[in-house]
């Protein structure tokens, strides 16, 4: 332990953000940083609890609670403490291979299951994992390692989000040559399109894929397995195929009027702007603006609040956020939401921040529904029509939404964006190899082994799973290389 009264001496601390009003005229990350004597601090207040519920790992309620890659966070936190960092980063890649990503973009259901977080607020772990690998580059101790010999196996790895480079990572380590496969024209899957610059910086993703290059790692880029490769080549020229293509099928929100011009899909529309920011810094004009546009976002997730940042850098007239679920309570729920569960409770991320800096309010609507978009007599979106609803259980045990009579509005928007989730991945390469699928025409293999009813071919992420964190995505390549590795050589060098 760091120091026996830590965490009853310092008070958590967390980095500053830039200020709302001027970060939305840019694109750049929003983040500031502690300096090493703060960071020293907050390590200082972590218990080395006899039982770490922080890298537990496990699904709880319906959401996740401690790390799901296991960190190793007492351990890393005594040593930065002790200010040695080289060894904290070595702590850190032991189970982490990203965790510039996950230090960036992950909600921290470490910090959720803390046990000081059961008498005061939790350790600030993120914000020391972030530092800890960014000290890492800035003193360059992270450097290409590439295996020492080749077992002559080789791998193909279709997808190149966090699961598929996790798994190519981990099954080059162990002496395999690995071929990624990507269909966008960047390596990275939703770390490269999909998450906006200001989240997560597309110079750190491609610095990790320039580090894994170095180490032998080939990519394939503007290549569909399915439409370009057919699926069965790779079964037949590979010894082993890992599918982490994601589950990037959006799920259909077909009211009347969704074929409106203005209605269309978040991910098309991050999506858009990202590519057009980093080939030509918006200026060539190839993605959907919402400059002087009403804007309204269905969906109150991460993917919503990342069009209201966007929608408001475009320079939009509004936004509105809306969600189909009720405002959360100010402090947690000891009943329903205990510890170590992810607390529940209302919080302002970086996008419904920089909302209520630029219009004065946060940009969200609660319980509330879209029943029909209306247009103009050019087929344009004009507005929304809407109803509030109360979530309800059946007596089937399955929720339900009722609608409020009385509570009808209509609100004008010219562009609406629809976030409401994914509906598994998509089929091309699940019907041409005939994979079992579950329920949820995710394919199906089980956790821990990964396999599944096609020989050589395994399948990890959100194409495995459904829609999930990117922390849950470099855990299950992780697992799945090592898995992999076992099928190639009776057993496995994989952690």
């Given at each position: 332990?760091?120091?026996?009264?830590?965490?009853?001496?310092?008070?958590?601390?967390?980095?500053?953000?830039?200020?709302?009003?001027?970060?939305?005229?840019?694109?750049?990350?929003?983040?500031?940083?502690?300096?090493?004597?703060?960071?020293?601090?907050?390590?200082?207040?972590?218990m080395d609890c006899g039982t770490p519920y922080c890298h537990t790992g496990?699904?709880?309620?319906?959401?996740?609670?401690?790390?799901?890659?296991?960190?190793?966070?007492?351990?890393?936190?005594?040593?930065?403490?002790?200010?040695?960092?080289?060894?904290?980063?070595?702590?850190?890649?032991?189970?982490?291979?990203?965790?510039?990503?996950?230090?960036?973009?992950?909600?921290?259901?470490?910090?959720?299951?803390?046990?000081?977080?059961?008498?005061?607020?939790?350790?600030?772990?993120?914000?020391?994992?972030?530092?800890?690998?960014?000290?890492?580059?800035?003193?360059?101790?992270?450097?290409?390692?590439?295996?020492?010999?080749?077992?002559?196996?080789?791998?193909?790895?279709?997808?190149?989000?966090?699961?598929?480079?996790?798994?190519?990572?981990?099954?080059?380590?162990?002496?395999?040559?690995?071929?990624?496969?990507?269909?966008?024209?960047?390596?990275?899957?939703?770390?490269?399109?999909?998450?906006?610059?200001?989240?997560?910086?597309?110079?750190?993703?491609?610095?990790?894929?320039?580090?894994?290059?170095?180490?032998?790692?080939?990519?394939?880029?503007?290549?569909?397995?399915?439409?370009?490769?057919?699926?069965?080549?790779?079964?037949?020229?590979?010894?082993?195929?890992?599918?982490?293509?994601?589950?990037?099928?959006?799920?259909?929100?077909?009211?009347?009027?969704?074929?409106?011009?203005?209605?269309?899909?978040?991910?098309?529309?991050?999506?858009?702007?990202?590519?057009?920011?980093?080939?030509?810094?918006?200026?060539?004009?190839?993605?959907?603006?919402?400059?002087?546009?009403?804007?309204?976002?269905?969906?109150?997730?991460?993917?919503?609040?990342?069009?209201?940042?966007?929608?408001?850098?475009?320079?939009?007239?509004?936004?509105?956020?809306?969600?189909?679920?009720?405002?959360?309570?100010?402090?947690?729920?000891?009943?329903?939401?205990?510890?170590?569960?992810?607390?529940?409770?209302?919080?302002?991320?970086?996008?419904?921040?920089?909302?209520?800096?630029?219009?004065?309010?946060?940009?969200?609507?609660?319980?509330?529904?879209?029943?029909?978009?209306?247009?103009?007599?050019?087929?344009?979106?004009?507005?929304?029509?809407?109803?509030?609803?109360?979530?309800?259980?059946?007596?089937?045990?399955?929720?339900?939404?009722?609608?409020?009579?009385?509570?009808?509005?209509?609100?004008?928007?010219?562009?609406?964006?629809?976030?409401?989730?994914?509906?598994?991945?998509?089929?091309?390469?699940?019907?041409?190899?005939?994979?079992?699928?579950?329920?949820?025409?995710?394919?199906?293999?089980?956790?821990?082994?990964?396999?599944?009813?096609?020989?050589?071919?395994?399948?990890?992420?959100?194409?495995?799973?459904?829609?999930?964190?990117?922390?849950?995505?470099?855990?299950?390549?992780?697992?799945?290389?090592?898995?992999?590795?076992?099928?190639?050589?009776?057993?496995?060098?994989?952690?």
């Amino acid at each position: 332990m760091s120091t026996p009264t830590g965490f009853m001496e310092y008070k958590r601390q967390l980095p500053g953000d830039r200020d709302p009003e001027q970060r939305v005229k840019d694109w750049e990350e929003f983040h500031e940083h502690l300096t090493e004597d703060e960071l020293r601090t907050q390590g200082a207040r972590c218990m080395d609890c006899g039982t770490p519920y922080c890298h537990t790992g496990m699904d709880m309620s319906g959401g996740t609670s401690g790390c799901p890659v296991h960190n190793l966070i007492p351990e890393w936190n005594n040593l930065v403490y002790r200010g040695l960092w080289k060894e904290a980063l070595e702590r850190l890649h032991k189970t982490n291979n990203f965790p510039e990503f996950t230090g960036s973009i992950c909600p921290a259901p470490c910090e959720g299951s803390c046990t000081v977080g059961l008498i005061g607020q939790p350790v600030t772990i993120k914000t020391i994992e972030l530092a800890i690998v960014d000290k890492g580059f800035e003193e360059g101790w992270v450097v290409p390692s590439p295996p020492e010999k080749r077992t002559g196996k080789r791998i193909a790895i279709v997808g190149s989000g966090p699961a598929g480079l996790a798994a190519a990572a981990q099954l080059n380590k162990a002496g395999h040559t690995v071929t990624v496969f990507e269909r966008s024209d960047r390596i990275g899957g939703l770390l490269m399109y999909g998450i906006p610059t200001m989240k997560l910086d597309k110079r750190v993703v491609q610095r990790r894929v320039d580090l894994l290059a170095a180490e032998g790692i080939e990519f394939v880029v503007n290549t569909e397995i399915g439409k370009d490769i057919p699926a069965q080549q790779l079964v037949d020229e590979y010894d082993a195929v890992v599918l982490c293509g994601g589950a990037t099928k959006a799920r259909r929100f077909n009211v009347e009027g969704h074929d409106l011009k203005g209605v269309m899909y978040a991910m098309d529309y991050l999506n858009g702007t990202i590519k057009s920011y980093l080939n030509s810094n918006l200026e060539d004009g190839n993605y959907v603006s919402a400059a002087g546009k009403d804007v309204i976002v269905l969906g109150g997730g991460d993917t919503g609040s990342d069009c209201v940042a966007t929608s408001l850098r475009h320079g939009c007239n509004s936004i509105t956020q809306f969600g189909t679920h009720d405002k959360a309570p100010l402090t947690r729920d000891p009943i329903a939401n205990p510890w170590p569960q992810f607390p529940n409770v209302y919080t302002l991320d970086y996008a419904q921040q920089e909302a209520k800096a630029v219009f004065g309010e946060d940009p969200r609507e609660f319980s509330i529904m879209t029943t029909k978009f209306v247009g103009d007599e050019e087929g344009n979106l004009k507005e929304l029509h809407t109803v509030q609803i109360r979530r309800m259980v059946d007596e089937t045990g399955r929720k339900i939404y009722q609608p409020v009579p009385g509570t009808e509005a209509v609100y004008p928007a010219q562009l609406a964006l629809i976030a409401i989730g994914f509906d598994g991945p998509e089929q091309d390469i699940i019907e041409q190899l005939k994979l079992d699928t579950d329920r949820r025409t995710n394919v199906k293999a089980r956790y821990g082994k990964f396999n599944t009813n096609v020989d050589k071919v395994f399948a990890a992420g959100d194409m495995r799973r459904g829609q999930s964190l990117v922390v849950w995505a470099i855990n299950e390549g992780r697992e799945a290389a090592r898995e992999v590795d076992k099928y190639l050589m009776g057993s496995t060098v994989l952690a």
